[in-house]
């Protein structure tokens, strides 16, 4: 019901700015709850930001001073700002969305994009 589209991405020297952007197409229902994940090569998938149904933005205290999530309404779209990207923050990113009666139930989203790639250099 939902496809996630995502966006930006790219190659980054360290101190750099990227912004990703995540267009859901279909249901508003199944992407009233939106995050961003990320997977650093050779780790596990890790959330790192969230918006609630009610717009409530969320970032991962690590991340909290450099990241900020966003959503467009009209546009059905969730961004990531990222600043002062590290090599660290290097790895895929993705967006995910589901409705969120269904994500509390089943503790996840269902919906994911294809993913995007951030590569930080030194």
């Known amino acids: 019901q939902v496809q996630l589209v995502q966006s930006g991405g790219g190659s980054v020297q360290a101190g750099g700015s990227l912004r990703l952007s995540c267009r859901a197409q279909?249901?508003?229902?199944?992407?009233?709850?939106m995050g961003w994940f990320r997977q650093a090569p050779g780790k596990n998938r890790e959330g790192i930001a969230a918006i609630g149904v009610d717009g409530t933005p969320t970032v991962t205290e690590s991340l909290r001073s450099r990241f900020t999530i966003s959503k467009d309404y009209a546009q059905n779209s969730l961004y990531l700002q990222m600043s002062g990207l590290q090599p660290e923050d290097t790895g895929m990113y993705y967006c995910?969305?589901?409705?969120?009666?269904?994500?509390?139930?089943?503790?996840?989203?269902?919906?994911w994009g294809e993913g995007t790639q951030v590569t930080v250099f030194s």
């Open positions: 279909g249901s508003t229902y199944y992407s009233s709850c």
């Open positions: 995910a969305a589901d409705a969120c009666a269904q994500k509390l139930a089943n503790g996840g989203y269902q919906y």
